[in-house]
């Protein structure tokens, strides 16, 4: 059984660029979040989505957008990149209305010069 | 904004010995979580406690958790070298939100 798994592990993009991060649930699995660390931080609620829809959103700007596929897997879009959008990006995916217990990816790895 | 804090923000012990990491949270909850991550990279589950326990146990793991002190501890006994990495809090709240909130964790390093 597969866990959930996240593309590409690393990104180098420069400032004002586009990233587009992709992950896919665990099987069985019908939500996915996706947060944000800096390094040395813990994880930031970034938004999470179910049935193709945004949920809830954290305190990020309209510049972080993202999508749920019907197969259930999701991206990360950030537009207008900025030095301080370097971060790890994890996604995690759960099922709704059980223990809500979030299973996490390996994250994507991205800096911006 | 971060609602839990790890405490303490980092902790070296020999192999062998117990390892205690305290968390402390600002609102009401409904599950309380603790991850290991390694270097880094993706978040382990190591166990979720909900607000009307009190203790709760995996393995060499013991978790408790005082919803009237918004405190929960997590104890690794007889740790290993294998359990460096840095060990994080999550909570959601009563509110019925699926968003997980995150402490800076605690950074505990296992010395063979």
């Known amino acids: 059984d597969a866990g959930v798994t996240q593309s590409p592990t690393h990104l180098i993009k420069t400032r004002g660029q586009q990233v587009t991060l992709r992950c896919s649930p665990k099987?069985?699995?019908?939500?996915v979040s996706w947060y944000q660390q800096a390094l040395g931080q813990g994880p930031q609620f970034i938004f999470q989505y179910y049935e193709e829809e945004e949920r809830q959103r954290g305190n990020f700007p309209d510049r972080f957008s993202g999508h749920q596929f019907p197969n259930y897997s999701s991206e990360l879009n950030v537009n207008a990149l900025l030095l301080g959008d370097s971060a790890l990006y994890l996604c995690?995916?759960?099922?709704?209305?059980?223990?809500?217990?979030?299973?996490f990816g390996p994250g994507t790895r991205l800096l911006v010069l | 904004s971060q609602q839990g804090e790890e405490d303490p923000q980092a902790l070296s012990i020999q192999e062998g010995e117990n390892a205690t990491m305290n968390c402390s949270y600002k609102?009401?909850?409904?599950?309380l979580q603790w991850y290991r991550q390694n270097s880094g990279r993706g978040l382990v589950h190591l166990i979720l406690i909900r607000s009307n326990e009190r203790e709760k146990h995996s393995g060499r793991l013991r978790v408790t958790l005082d919803t009237s002190k918004k405190s929960s501890s997590l104890l690794i006994t007889a740790s290993r070298a294998a359990d460096t990495a840095s060990y994080f809090c999550?909570?959601?709240?009563?509110?019925?939100?699926?968003?997980?909130?995150f402490g800076k964790g605690t950074k505990l390093t296992v010395n063979p």
């Open positions: 609102t009401s909850i409904n599950n």
């Open positions: 995690a995916s759960s099922f709704t209305g059980t223990t809500k217990t979030q299973y």
């Open positions: 099987s069985g699995h019908d939500t």
């Open positions: 999550a909570t959601d709240d009563q509110g019925g939100s699926e968003k997980l909130v």
